[in-house]
């Protein structure tokens, strides 16, 4: 936020697991569930308020793209691997498909923060790419 507020060309996202997963409910899962949701960056305990200032970044435009970084791995095969060894889990989930999930919150949201089109856009992409370009020239 600073640095854009200081006119710097740089911008922010998250993901969507990191606005509406939590530690204790998707880790806390019973058995191993919980393997299903290993990530990173880990997604956090609600307790901490971490969502809340995603939320609030969103709306004041600290960070401007709700993007992905989908790497999911099957359960069978391949996150069970860490049975016995949660350090052999793979690290990743599918999320490209949950983006724009909880419609009614998506809503919400839209009425509160009037630049929604835009958090879900591939514009800050291409701006992120054109900034790639003028770097190495």
């Known amino acids: 936020a600073w640095a854009r507020d200081n ?3 740089v911008f922010g996202e998250t993901c969507p697991q990191y606005l509406y997963l939590s530690l204790e409910e998707q880790l806390g899962a019973p058995g191993f569930e919980g393997a299903k ?3 990173s960056t880990p997604l956090r305990s609600r307790a901490e308020g971490h969502q809340e200032h995603m939320w609030q970044a969103l709306r004041t435009n600290d960070l401007q793209m709700v993007s992905t970084d989908h790497c999911p791995f099957c359960m069978k095969e391949q996150k069970e691997l860490g049975l016995g060894d949660f350090g052999a889990i793979p690290n990743g989930i599918g999320s490209i498909e949950h983006r724009m999930d909880h ?3 998506q809503c919400a949201l839209a009425a509160v923060i ?3 089109d835009a958090l879900i856009d591939d ?3 291409l701006e992120a790419a054109q900034i790639g370009e003028h770097d190495a020239a």
């Open 7 to 9: 006119g710097k060309n």
């Open 37 to 39: 949701w290993v990530c």
């Open 103 to 105: 419609s009614e919150v």
């Open 114 to 116: 009037d630049h929604f």
């Open 123 to 125: 514009t800050v992409g």
